[in-house]
């Protein structure tokens, strides 16, 4: 039996820094070592940066003025499909530090939305990157009980 594992997801965005700029300061991943493809972009890294395996967000710049690299690469898109998850409606990952990603959050203006789900011990946060790409945090349910019992 073969084994399968998420490798990264792609975004395509022609706000290429401030996509990267959304999940390198809300989701703490860092930018990294990138192929020299014919088209600008970035690889942001969760964790080393000497394993391409934790290059779990490429982020693929379109360059208005020169898109055919691009397009002979991975094929054309139309620009204004680039909005929202178009048929994915979320990337999910699991986290710790609820407490210090809601600061974080508060911090930079990023609106949230939080949502429990008690069979499986988990608390969720729900935002959307600049691109309208939906990005859902999981918690362990424990995080928001110790930060709830904190408030009162």
């Known amino acids: 039996m073969s084994t399968l594992s998420l490798n990264h ?30 088209f600008p972009g970035l ?5 080393d940066h000497g394993s391409y395996a934790n290059a779990v967000l490429h982020i693929i710049g379109i360059d208005k003025n020169d898109p055919e690299g691009l397009k002979r690469y991975l094929g054309d898109r139309d620009l204004n499909s680039l909005q929202g998850t178009g ?3 979320h990337i999910a990952f ?6 210090g990603k809601i600061q974080t959050l508060k911090q930079l203006k990023v609106q949230y939305r939080e949502r429990t789900v008690p069979t ?11 691109t309208g790409v939906v990005i859902e945090l999981n918690y362990p ?12």
């Open 94 to 99: 699991f986290a710790t530090d609820l407490k």
């Open 9 to 38: 997801f792609s975004i395509r965005s022609v706000e290429l820094q401030q996509t990267a700029e959304f999940y390198t300061k809300v989701l703490g991943l860092t930018e990294g070592p990138r192929p020299s493809f014919p």
């Open 43 to 47: 690889w942001l890294y969760n964790g």
């Open 141 to 152: 349910a424990e995080e928001k009980s110790a930060l709830d019992a904190d408030a009162n």
């Open 87 to 89: 048929c994915v409606d």
């Open 120 to 130: 499986l011990n988990l608390h969720q946060i729900f935002l959307d990157d600049p």
